[in-house]
């Protein structure tokens, strides 16, 4: 599997961005991550083969993952930016032999 993430880019605090992450093949599940320079990546939101989600606390309430099957493809909204949301955001996946597939990560800035 392929993943292709895009849609950061530079956004003031309170503002929104889209992410994609593009899948080559059909996938059930999937997650979103980000790494800020210095930190560990950190798991931020899941969605399962059965359509539940779940946030890390520090986004929830303000960032919402979804998926368009035919397109093969992976959302994650983010509302009401804040400075500490910049960060380099990747998604994830993994198959049916616990094999684990990284999108090549997009970066997220966002100005105070």
């Known amino acids: 599997v392929q993943l292709q993430a895009s849609g950061g880019g530079l956004v003031q605090a309170g503002g929104s961005l889209r992410l994609s992450c593009a899948a080559s093949s059909p996938i059930e599940a999937a997650s979103w991550y980000r790494q800020a320079p210095g930190e560990q990546r950190l798991l931020i939101a899941g969605l399962y083969n059965s359509g539940a989600t779940n946030y890390n606390a520090s986004v929830k309430g303000r960032f919402t993952v979804s998926r368009d099957n035919a397109k093969n493809t992976v959302y994650l909204q983010m509302n009401s930016l804040k400075p500490e949301d910049t960060s380099v955001y990747y998604c994830?996946?993994?198959?049916?032999?616990?094999?684990?597939?990284w999108g090549q990560g997009t970066l997220v800035t966002v100005s105070s």
């Open positions: 994830s996946t993994i198959d049916h032999s616990l094999q684990i597939y």
